[in-house]
């Protein structure tokens, strides 16, 4: 039916899970780690904000199942064949949405192409007009039935919404009640009272939201263009879904690159001092010297000449959209790592000179495992607040190197490259606001989570802000 087909971006988002599972197992297992952790699930800011991130990334794994269909084979051929294009499951659940197609522009929920073409009548004639939509309202007569058989569907979706959650909030209340033991009507109460380390509160308001968006995006979707179509006809909705797998790549890869090699040069650094201080600070000072977008600009071009050179050594479009997006992350790495480094050789310095640390070198511990054992965890809180914190930076700036040129490959859905193509758009007359519209959108509530659940991160972590 299928040949399962494994990006290198795929293997790394596969990895980043493997170890956030592995650090959940082990903060689980430390009592002090556990309270921190607890304390930032308790604020409804943070609970609402990792549910959002919690369903950007279920679409962003989705996104990364790739696989390559099977062609229709004859009963002779002895073995499948499978077809050039490499799809995502997301994308199998979108077919309704990834295959229709339109000529050109067309406005959100509009039934007529937004631009004039030349119609022929019934008599032979010809007239300037706006054609009808091949997919969008095909179903419908008139405009006129329009705005009824939206208000239906939405009215479906909220019975859809209502029921499926009903039924979850009851399931959730009888697995609660089991669980205490209780009644549903007193785990009801402790639930959502204060008392609950969870704001169970803020957390049903936030999927209920979630479940009513999902249910209408269903009931929309299949016969709508809700955010309209681009240049070429293609969905902007579906566009802009499929741009939160490039947004999260570059957000988390980036720090997966980066992170290794700063704590280990900002550690280094800081304990042991002397010349190899002195040789970190040189090299990190020299490369914050450098632009960071020439670099990328000129790194991108150089991959991109490599690309041209070698065709032989990519399967498929997707293949090579993979690697410049793998480089892209490597190279904003690359650029990213000196202010991390920076902070942990500060703050090593000052711990290196506080009691315990002095205590396990006059022991003749050895410096590797001062290093691992004193001095990294108590750094720990710096690398995960730089880390939170740098995410959505590093969302943006994927935006504005697409923005330029230099960014993901233009055949790879990102919010970046719809800004860069709707930047013309801008300047028509009527103006094509949708795809701006809808990549700023989903760009803001991404960064907007991120931001808020960081800024919980920071207050929970930093010894300085504790009350």
Known sequence: MFLPVLLKTD???FLLLLIVMVAALYVRRRAHLMKS???????PMAASSLIVLIFFVAIAFLDSLHLRLAVENTAAQRQNYYSTEVVSVFDLLATSIREQTEKTYSAPFA???FVKETIEDNKGGSERGYPRLQYGGRHLETIADRPLDVMQRLGVAFIKAFAIGFFLLIVFLGCQARRQRTSITASWQYSFSAASIVPWKTVMVTLAVFLLLLMCTLELAPYYHILGTDKVGNDVFYQAMKSIRTALLIGTLTTLIMLPFAVFTGLTAGYLRGRIDDLI???????SSVPGVLLIASSVLLLQVYIE???EAFQSDAERADLRLL????????TSWTGLCRLLRGETMKLSSVDFVQAATAFGVRPLRILLRHLLPNVMHIVLITVVLDFSGLVLAEAVLSYVGVGVDPSMHSWGNMINSARLEMSREPMVWWSLFAAFLFMFVLVL???LFSDVVRDVFDPRRRR
Do not use: D, S
Request: net charge positive; hydrophobic share 55%.
């Open 37 to 43: 952790w607890l304390e930032i699930v308790r604020r």
């Open 11 to 13: 293997l790394l988002l």
């Open 449 to 451: 989570a991120a931001n």
């Open 111 to 113: 039934l007529h192409l």
């Open 309 to 311: 050179g070698h065709p």
């Open 327 to 334: 480089f892209l992350c490597i190279i904003l790495g690359i």
């Open 281 to 287: 600070q040189y090299l990190y000072t020299t490369l």
